[in-house]
């Protein structure tokens, strides 16, 4: 796992950045990273703000990222104005706005393939939501938090894989996956995993410090600048540098 910090942007580079570059792989790769942090936020926030119907919200969100290639979308953004998941809010509004005069969605994107988006699980999960996060910003603000956790997640998930290190994640899933109703104490995860009470806190710090390494990456590859990447990480994280 890549840890944040140095030069900003390291290699990869962001892919508010990469997403308009010449190669193709990383062009390719930006558009998907940028899609995995950011598709359920618009999708959610086209449903409320702009009362789109389900089928609609969903060619919208398709739309938006496909522009970011043949409009080169990003190029505007200055990270010294606004902080980037900011500007791609008002970018969704002007793109609304745009469909609507032209009455349709053309599909673009140089061939680019995006994620497989699972439209289905947004909805749903819109459902228990609106009533609680009436605000379309509001649930664009907390979709995006649990968008870039999730991808965390994911990451810390693989690593542990691809190291042997698999009870690491699992304590940590346990711990920190549940509900706090229903987290298990040190001793009850100890002894359904079969290990000592100091090997739970042991793999517990562990995964805690690569959780926390997955997420300032993820919002490194997801901002436009060291700066941003920083105040987004205090935002999320109360992380101070």
Known sequence: MNRAGGDFPTTPPSAVYGVHS?????????????????????????????????????????????????????????????RFRTFVRVCVDRLVVDLGRHNQAK????????????FKV?????????SSLPDPEQVFE???????LEVAVESLRSSC????????????????LKDEADRPSYAEIAEQLGISVRDVNNRLTYARREFRA??????????????????????????NF
């Open 214 to 239: 997955a997420v300032l990456e993820a919002l490194r590859e997801s901002t436009g600048s060291q700066e941003e990447m920083q105040e987004e990480a205090r935002f999320v994280l109360g992380v």
């Open 22 to 82: 010449v190669d193709p792989a990383l062009r390719s790769r930006s558009i998907q990273v940028l899609a995995r942090m950011y598709w359920k936020p618009i999708y959610k926030y086209v449903r409320l703000r702009w009362r789109k119907e389900p089928a609609e919200a969903e060619e919208i969100t398709q739309e938006f990222f496909l522009r970011t290639i043949d409009k080169e979308t990003f190029r505007g953004y200055e990270p010294r104005r606004a």
């Open 142 to 148: 907390v979709e995006w938090v649990r968008n870039l």
């Open 161 to 176: 894989q691809r190291q042997g290190k698999e009870v690491h994640f699992r304590v940590f899933e346990l711990f920190h």
């Open 122 to 130: 947004a909805e749903d999960e819109l459902g228990e939501e609106a």
């Open 107 to 118: 599909k673009r994107g140089g061939g680019v393939k995006l994620l497989q988006l699972d």
